[in-house]
């Protein structure tokens, strides 16, 4: 009897794809396991929260925590405060560290390389050494509690940069020689030829950039003293006290702080996939 040979199309049954399955699974859980503990906690009474030992479930579940987020600090107003820091940092930000990075990756001028590796030096200095001298900075210029006092320290980022000029050092010159021959200047060439090419990348460090505001804590916290000017980490932040911790509200309020990433996550995924892939470009 003769034995029909597998169709090419058909992928023959192999052990280790199962085993590769099973461990992708269990990382998969393994993520997952801090996110759903946090969703599940929020819908817990305190008492449920803080027994020990910790306990994933729970008798029953409500919405209390949810209602005294609400009843005690103006969510809505830090979301909207946190929307328009974030917001406008990043996009501000993402301009101008592509101009920077395409200065540094395509003009020749005197200095370029010192004066990169300056930038990249600025990567390595914690932001505990300079929060002194930037509050100081914004309490002269009479910017404390406002937006522009929160935007214009983080207009650009070394990171940013970095990432701009690794992009734009790999896209071939062919192109902006083609522009000078049509008779473009650097400002048309980088507005009209080279911006569009890198909107992957913009978009990938836009998403860094946004999830690093919208996140922040110290950085709002210091340079805003006001109820009016919080963001929603540091207005969370007042839930924890110096003797009494609220852990109900504060794991209500951060589920609802992350709910705008995720959507915007599930979104733009393959973008912040390829800025990881970004960062790891050759110089």
Known sequence: ????????????????H?????VLMALLAL??????WMVISSLKAEPDIVTYPPQFF???YTLVQYQRVFSAIPLWMYLRNTAI??????????????????????IRFKGRKALFNLVLITMMIPFQITMIPLFIQIFKMGLLNTFAGLILPRMTSAFGIFMMRSYFVSLPRDLEEAARIDGLNEIGIFFRIMLPLCKAAMLALGIFLLMGNWNDLIYPLMLTTTTEMRTLPSGLAMFVGERVTQYGPSIAGSVISLLPLLIL????????????AMTGMKD
Do not use: E, N
């Open 18 to 22: 199962v085993g590769s399955t099973l």
């Open 265 to 276: 996550y599930f979104f733009a995924q393959r973008y912040f996939i390829a800025g990881i």
């Open 1 to 16: 009897m003769m034995v029909q040979p597998m169709p090419r199309h058909v992928k023959p049954f192999k052990l280790k």
């Open 31 to 36: 993520v997952l396991y801090p996110f759903l």
């Open 58 to 60: 729970a008798p029953g």
């Open 85 to 106: 820091f974030a917001f406008g940092t990043t996009l501000f930000s993402v301009l101008f560290d592509s101009m920077a990075g395409y200065a540094f990756a395509r």
